[in-house]
Nanobody, 120 residues
Framework: QVQVVESGGGLVQAGGSLSLSCAAS????????MGWYRQAPGQQRELVAT???????RYADSVKGRFTISGDVAENTVYLQMNGLKPEDTAVYYC??????????????WGQGTQVTVSS
């Protein structure tokens, strides 16, 4: 059973920084990509940043230049450093893991979510 566990988050003033960590366990299959998504109240879940097993990264336009994703996909760990936080970054942040599971194919797994609140 794959488990995805996040840590970090909390309350910070605008302009401050927070970091998130995520680790996946319970699998020996090949992880394809890991990333962070967020969901604010009343809104759809949206992509924040992803990192592939080659190390390639992708960011939402709204966080480019402020957030940095890092980690080792092969080791099933991913981090998100968030600088210059804004009130609009307030949301529940979810860690996402995409794993190739034979014979069913690529499967998506999610963490339980961690709250990030930015006060103005």
């Amino acid at each position: 059973q794959v488990q995805v566990v996040e840590s970090g988050g909390g309350l910070v003033q605008a302009g401050g920084s927070l970091s998130l960590s995520c680790a996946a366990s319970g699998t020996t299959s090949s992880t394809n990509i890991m990333g962070w998504y967020r969901q604010a109240p009343g809104q759809q879940r949206e992509l924040v940043a992803t990192i592939g097993k080659s190390g390639s990264t992708r960011y939402a336009d709204s966080v480019k230049g402020r957030f940095t994703i890092s980690g080792d996909v092969a080791e099933n760990t991913v981090y998100l450093q968030m600088n210059g936080l804004k009130p609009e970054d307030t949301a529940v942040y979810y860690c996402h893991v995409n794993i190739y599971m034979w014979p069913t194919g690529f499967q998506n797994y999610w963490g339980q979510g961690t709250q990030v609140t930015v006060s103005s």
